[in-house]
């Protein structure tokens, strides 16, 4: 079992800049692809962004992509999500995700474990 915290949410006005944490308290990501995921007021869950643990490979949903980067600290377990010119559209809350089943996983019934989920909220 891995457990996911997450944090960093809050309200922003647009264009302003937020980053998340997702922490694992005593474990290694080392064997995982990590994933970020969100979910906004009456849509469905969707992919934001993936890394892979080992490699740092990276990839983004169109719609996050030149503006949210998603990174990894090796010694702290912890993966980032930077989100900068933020829109209201990106009001949702933020998940993050571990799978174990490899590389290029973009639907969340592919990763395994989830964080809590922290809330992001952009005025206009």
């Known amino acids: 079992q891995v457990q996911l915290v997450e944090s960093g949410g809050g309200l922003v006005q647009a264009g302003g800049s937020l980053r998340l944490s997702c922490a694992a308290p005593g474990r290694t990501f080392s064997r995982y692809v990590m994933g970020w995921f969100r979910q906004g007021p009456g849509k469905e869950r969707e992919f934001v962004a993936t890394?892979?643990?080992?490699?740092?490979?990276?990839y983004y949903a169109d719609s996050v992509k030149g503006r949210f980067t998603v990174s990894r600290d090796g010694a702290k377990s912890t993966v980032y999500l930077q989100m900068n010119s933020l829109k209201p559209e990106d009001t949702a809350i933020y998940y993050c995700a571990a799978t174990s089943q490899g590389w290029g996983r973009i639907r969340d019934y592919e990763y395994d474990y989830w964080g809590q989920g922290t809330q992001v909220t952009v005025s206009s």
């Open positions: 890394i892979d643990w080992n490699s740092g490979s990276t």
